[in-house]
């Protein structure tokens, strides 16, 4: 079981739609990040939060923090073919940060 | 280019082998830690350091081992490969700090094949 469910686990759609993805957990989490990984390469991330309630905006993408620092959720508006890849979330608590299983995710052009 | 180098990208193993995954960082970075990646299941914490002569286990650490001698070296063994250690694994590391400062740099990966 992990510690952190993403959902969906796969998503296609056509460039232009919006679209959002989630990440729960039943644990608190001191921060929640998210990255994002292409084919052969390690993930790299995309944003960092910290604050329950908190939103961070990165160009097209939205990041949100729950209220009680257990989820996360990911929009992207207006989705391009360059935003194909899989995208993670990891928690971080105490000394070690666990990941979920991530949204692959193919925008067609 | 400063980062998380990984050697090697790719491995091919018969069962029983032994080999160690080498993993270095040139960025002063405390914390220290192996990925295993499979299909459907994500990144799965394997072991990890938070400093020189410190390791600790995570999610799936049996059949592998550690240590951590320098501040930049953090090698990854497996003393004896099974088919189930077949995955994409990932060395990150990250300077520690206040909540939200511990981000990992990755890797580019290591593809291990056990025959």
């Known amino acids: 079981t992990q510690l952190l469910e993403q959902s969906p686990q796969f998503l296609s759609i056509q460039e232009g739609e919006n679209l959002t993805v989630y990440c729960n957990s039943s644990?608190?989490?001191?921060?929640l990040q998210w990255y994002r990984q292409e084919p052969g390469e390690g993930p790299v991330l995309l944003v960092t939060?910290?604050?329950?309630?908190e939103v961070k905006k990165l160009k097209r993408l939205t990041f949100q923090f729950g209220d009680a620092r257990k989820d996360s959720s990911l929009h992207i508006t207006a989705a391009q073919p360059g935003d194909t890849g899989l995208y993670l979330c990891a928690g971080e608590s105490r000394d070690d940060m666990r990941f979920g299983a991530g949204t692959r995710l193919t925008v067609k052009p | 280019n400063a980062g998380v180098t990984q050697t090697p990208k790719f491995q091919v193993l018969k069962t029983g082998q032994s080999m160690t995954l080498q993993c270095a960082q040139d960025m002063n970075h405390e914390y220290m830690s192996w990925y295993r990646q499979d299909p459907g299941m994500g990144l799965r914490l394997i072991h990890y350091?938070?400093?020189?002569?410190?390791?600790d286990q995570g999610e799936v650490p049996n059949g592998y081992n550690v240590s951590r001698s320098t501040t930049e070296d953090f090698p990854l063994r497996l003393l004896s490969a099974a088919p189930s250690q077949t995955s994409v694994y990932f060395c990150a590391s990250s300077q520690q700090g206040r909540a939200g400062a511990n981000v990992l740099t990755f890797g580019a990966g290591s593809r291990l094949t056990v025959l």
């Open positions: 644990s608190v989490f001191s921060s």
């Open positions: 939060v910290v604050t329950g309630g």
């Open positions: 350091s938070v400093g020189a002569g410190i390791t």
